[in-house]
């Protein structure tokens, strides 16, 4: 089976392809095929927005297409930034401004529990559907720690890997991630 990936954020796809490598015959991102779209994510939960993705791109194929939407939720920010995670500091939309807000939100804050997750739609081209859901926990550093990773991995201390995703290798990382977890999921249906 062929497999489209719906993102256009090229460390997303990278992580996609190297978790699901031997998984799929061939595996594509949009660019790969040629796809200039980017969906609105106007849903209120990871979920609805993961099928909007799914259902928009599946549009431009007749490949399976796997989306996700994932975000990290802070326990005394009351979930915060969740589904706006990529867009928390707002426009133009910045790795670096998000983990500065994030950072000042969480300046007096003694609570530092969070957790990363990740909700994963699979559309085949019959229009069936399947969902995987994955979470890893943690907490907020007080400052960047490792440069691997993107968007939050620098403060997200994991407690099982006992360390930044911004200090874990590539392999360390899709171990324990939500994103990895999600995939596993929905593998594990398939």
Same mark, same amino acid.
């Given at each position: 089976?062929?497999?489209?990936?719906?993102? +256009?954020?090229?460390?997303?796809? &990278?992580?996609?392809?190297?978790?699901?490598?031997? =998984?799929?015959?061939?595996?594509?991102?949009?660019?790969?095929? @040629?796809?200039?779209?980017?969906?609105?994510?106007?849903?209120?939960?990871?979920?609805?927005?993961?099928?909007? =993705?799914?259902?928009?791109?599946?549009?431009?194929?007749?490949?399976?297409?796997?989306?996700?939407?994932?975000?990290?939720?802070?326990?005394?920010?009351?979930?915060?930034?969740?589904?706006?995670?990529?867009?928390?500091? @707002?426009?133009?939309?910045?790795?670096?401004? +998000? +983990?500065?807000? %994030? %950072?000042?939100?969480?300046?007096?804050? #003694?609570?530092?529990?969070?957790?990363?997750?990740?909700?994963?739609?699979?559309?085949?081209?019959?229009?069936?559907?399947?969902?995987?859901?994955?979470?890893?926990?943690?907490?907020?550093? #007080?400052?960047?720690?490792?440069?691997?990773? !993107?968007?939050?991995?620098?403060? !997200?201390?994991?407690?099982?890997?006992? =360390?930044?995703?911004?200090?874990? #290798?590539?392999?360390?990382? +899709?171990?324990?991630?939500?994103?990895?977890? &999600?995939?596993?999921?929905?593998?594990?249906?398939?």
């Amino acid at each position: 089976m062929k497999l489209l990936i719906a993102s +256009n954020n090229k460390h997303k796809v &990278a992580e996609i392809k190297k978790i699901l490598s031997g =998984k799929f015959d061939e595996i594509y991102s949009l660019a790969e095929c @040629g796809i200039d779209a980017d969906p609105k994510e106007s849903a209120s939960d990871f979920l609805g927005n993961a099928r909007i =993705k799914a259902r928009e791109i599946a549009r431009h194929t007749d490949l399976a297409v796997v989306a996700d939407d994932s975000g990290l939720e802070v326990e005394a920010l009351d979930g915060a930034p969740g589904v706006y995670s990529a867009r928390y500091a @707002g426009e133009p939309c910045s790795d670096e401004r +998000n +983990n500065d807000k %994030l %950072l000042r939100e969480m300046a007096t804050i #003694t609570d530092r529990r969070a957790r990363f997750v990740t909700c994963m739609v699979l559309r085949f081209p019959s229009g069936r559907e399947m969902v995987g859901v994955g979470e890893v926990k943690g907490e907020i550093l #007080t400052e960047r720690k490792g440069r691997n990773g !993107f968007g939050y991995d620098p403060l !997200f201390y994991s407690y099982e890997l006992g =360390k930044s995703f911004g200090e874990a #290798t590539d392999d360390e990382k +899709n171990a324990v991630s939500h994103r990895a977890r &999600a995939l596993s999921d929905l593998m594990r249906q398939l």
